[in-house]
């Protein structure tokens, strides 16, 4: 009888944990922690003798909406070294930064019938010639860094001063649709905008971009991604949480950045939280009746560096 009610008692708390959500294989992932997922970070054999060689595996697979370019993983953090018995050393040639980086080129997003195809990458390291009596455990970390790109759409509507007015001044908000990125965007812009006649060829409307980082890394300048194995991490590290957001232009619709400055991008830098890129929506053709419905489409590209790290014991020998 004992055992019975404990059946029903385990019976109940596997029940509740379903129904409250606790269970792991089905939580689904916030859209905008997407980009490269690190789907293995290994070194084998571990532990490693003492003066050994170690491999170290990295597979990194793109679970977002854009293709990742210029992939690559810089291994550091251990004491490394072409000479001495207590570091790493290559087991040919110099340890240096590019021994240490992992290039893994462009990493494919999944397509309509095509999943996303992970890729492998490895280095071997010689490891340090510990003492018979003497075990150490060493943290291999890792920055990934790629060239990265989040695309919103929206659906704006424009009208006269008349036009505006007859339908009852009607006041919605512009919502964007982002794909699956670590950047995601909105728009702070009310639809229908009125737009009043001036006397000029064209008249200007505010039209501000909020970027937030709500990935699991860190942003940076497109002009500081990496083209080749032996990059610098400072330029990275100067321009972290900058990014460069472009509005395209739609017909007589056209964006700017100011008077002085007609480019339609800008560089934003995302500060506590979140970054605000404001633009000139330059509108032709005003008239009393004016309607339409533009489509925004804005961009945001940026390189994007995130952390990945493995541990691997050295046993004397």
């Known amino acids: 009888m004992k055992n019975a009610k404990n059946r029903i008692v385990l019976g109940l708390i596997v029940l509740t944990i379903i129904v409250s959500g606790c269970t792991t294989g089905n939580q689904e992932e916030d859209s905008g922690s997407s980009s490269i997922t690190v789907s293995e970070f290994s070194p084998f054999p571990n532990p490693v003798p003492a003066g050994q060689n170690a491999q170290f595996r990295m597979e990194l697979v793109n679970d977002g909406d854009a293709d990742a370019e210029n992939v690559y993983a810089r291994l550091y953090n ?4 072409d000479s001495g018995s207590q570091v790493w050393k290559a087991t040919s040639g110099s340890v240096d930064k590019a021994y240490r980086t992992l290039e893994f080129d462009t990493l494919r997003a999944a397509g309509e019938q095509t999943p996303a195809v992970p890729q492998t990458r490895q280095v071997d390291f010689e490891s340090p010639s510990l003492r018979e009596d003497r075990d150490v455990d060493y943290s291999f970390l890792s920055d990934i860094v790629f060239n990265y790109s ?6 704006v509507q424009i009208m006269g001063e008349s036009q505006y007015r007859d339908q009852g001044s009607p006041q919605g908000s512009a919502g964007l649709e ?11 812009t009310p639809t229908p905008i009125p737009i009043y006649e001036t006397g000029e060829d064209s008249v200007s409307k505010q039209f501000c971009v909020i970027a937030r980082n709500q990935g699991g890394g ?4 497109p002009q500081e991604i990496p083209e ?19 509005i395209q232009d739609v017909g007589d619709v056209t964006f700017d950045v100011s008077e002085s400055n007609e480019n339609n991008y ?3 830098s995302i500060l506590d939280g979140r970054g605000v890129g404001c633009f000139d929506m330059n509108v032709s053709g005003v008239s009393d009746t004016l309607q339409r419905t533009v489509p925004i489409r804005v961009d945001a590209d940026y390189g994007y560096k995130k952390g990945a790290n493995t541990n691997v014991r050295v046993e004397g020998r």
């Open 150 to 155: 989040t695309t919103g759409t929206a659906e």
């Open 78 to 81: 251990p004491p490394f070294g």
């Open 218 to 221: 860190t942003p940076f300048h």
């Open 178 to 188: 982002n794909s699956e990125a670590p950047v995601q965007m909105e728009v702070r």
């Open 266 to 268: 800008q560089n934003v």
């Open 228 to 246: 080749s194995k032996g990059f610098d991490m400072e330029g990275i590290q100067d321009t972290e949480g900058e990014l460069q957001i472009t």
